[in-house]
């Protein structure tokens, strides 16, 4: 190497002021070349990029579209009828989870939040390495299985080391009429007055 280096520096000490010029051009041409190249490659993947993403969200918006016209069409909701005790979440997706042969993640505790005239009971699931196919199965079991069950939120992304299989996030969360524990238990207190 230190060879060709030497027989490098003795050829450009024997080429005249010219030349060397001419040499300093053609290489930083050479290298305005490859940055542009490199430019436009990059920009062409992103552009390329964009129109992939511009044709997710049209097929999304698409699909929020024929849901919802399909849930106006079967009727408002309103005949579903929300029980005293809600559903047991980690119950109904064992089930379902078993069935599809999935690995079981761990049920956190549910978070109760007051909605209207309700209490929604909802926790966040996190399954990893699954097929598309099987994720599809999976939502659609939980979403069909029971009116009172649905996924509020979604995050699919690439599995990091096989980017076949997908990582899923989800909220899966149900209803339930809120008990009056706090008018029992003031209830109680006055009888133990009296």
Known sequence: MAVNLGGAQDRWDRMNSREQRLVLALGITLIICIVYALVSK?????????????????????????????????????DIKIPDKAIELDSYLENIISDLELTSPTYPALKAVRVGAYEELSFDIELKGLSIESMTQLLE???KGS???VVKEL????????????????????????????DETSDDKEGEDS
């Open 42 to 78: 990059i920009q062409s993947g992103m552009t390329d990029l964009e129109k992939s993403n511009a044709k997710a969200r049209k097929a999304l918006q698409s699909l929020a579209v024929y849901r919802n016209a399909k849930a106006r069409a079967a009727g408002t909701g309103s």
């Open 141 to 143: 079991k939980v979403e």
């Open 147 to 149: 009116k009172l069950v």
């Open 155 to 182: 995050s699919i992304d690439r599995n990091f080391r096989d980017k076949e299989k997908l990582d899923l996030e989800f909220t899966v969360a149900t209803f339930k009429t809120p008990t009056a524990e706090k």
